[in-house]
């Protein structure tokens, strides 16, 4: 009977241990990342909702500071070098205040990232970017604040802030131009058939020494005559240089092995350049 009435005890303090109740956070965390050019951001914070409340200038005093969020910081963290306005923002993670306005909010990237909130007090020292944002009015309620990366580009997107009916946004540069050079200068000390493709589409594509562009992208055509990939490339770049003629005569290469290999994609962009330029 002992042994009874003790085994009940344990299975009720078990149960008990067991059986706690889960509600659903009244500001769930968000974690994103996002790869801008060759760089890794990831942005992580608390996403409190208005539940009826007037947020700016209520429940968010203007021009007070604030953390971007609820519960702990609101942190984003860059894996390379960036700019933000006219600052130089090393590789790490730094905690996101602001201070929003009616017309503008000035926003912080502090080093400091072990608030738990806004700091009990304020080091400029700590600051390794400010920016200044300007307001917009968006049409509709955002019941649940939320933070974006934007209009991503090869080296440069929008960090986005938006609740209530009010939205900020500020650029993020990366250095995409820096490490890919650096990247292609390293390489070409020996490169493959792929090291000069890759450099010549680069090229192409951010604008760069087309001339160069031409100059590597034949070197790639003549290390992987195979590659009717390399000689697509091959046609816009020659293109893009005005050597109309070997534009055609590269894109009907192309265009020939791609039928071959069965890639009917490709026959139909060479197909679709080959009568842009002029070719019947």
Do not use: C
């Amino acid at each position: 009977m002992k042994k009874s009435i003790l085994y009940l005890a344990l299975a009720l303090v078990t149960f008990g241990a067991s059986a706690q109740i889960q509600t659903p956070a009244p500001s769930p965390t968000q974690q994103f990342e996002q790869k801008v050019g060759l760089t890794d951001v990831k942005v992580e914070y608390s996403r409190p909702s208005m539940r009826g409340r007037t947020i700016f200038g209520d429940l968010v005093p203007f021009d007070k500071l604030w953390r971007t969020g609820a519960n702990r910081n609101t942190m984003i963290t860059f894996g390379d070098d960036v700019m933000i306005g006219d600052n130089e923002v090393k590789a790490g993670t730094y905690a996101i205040f602001t201070k929003p306005g009616a017309v503008n909010w000035e926003v912080y990237f502090y080093t400091d990232i072990n608030n738990n909130g806004t700091p009990q007090e304020w080091d400029e020292a700590k600051v390794a970017a400010k920016v200044t944002a300007k307001t917009s009015a968006i049409p509709m309620l955002i019941e649940t604040f939320t933070i974006t990366l934007d209009d991503i580009k090869m080296d440069e997107a929008n960090l986005g802030m938006m609740w209530e009916k009010t939205h900020i946004s500020l650029p993020i540069r990366v250095m995409t131009d820096k490490m890919v050079t650096a990247s292609i200068n390293n390489v070409m000390n020996g490169p493959s058939a792929r090291d000069y493709y890759s450099a010549a589409v680069y090229y192409l594509e951010s604008g760069k020494d087309i001339n160069k562009a031409k100059e590597w992208i034949d070197q790639a055509v003549a290390g992987s005559e195979d590659a009717y990939w390399y000689k697509r490339q091959q046609s816009l770049i020659y293109a893009k240089s005005g050597d109309t003629k070997g534009a055609i005569k590269a894109a009907k290469a192309s265009m020939e092995q791609a039928e071959k290999a069965g890639n009917m994609d490709y026959v139909a962009m060479n197909k679709k350049s080959l009568k842009e330029w002029g070719v019947k």
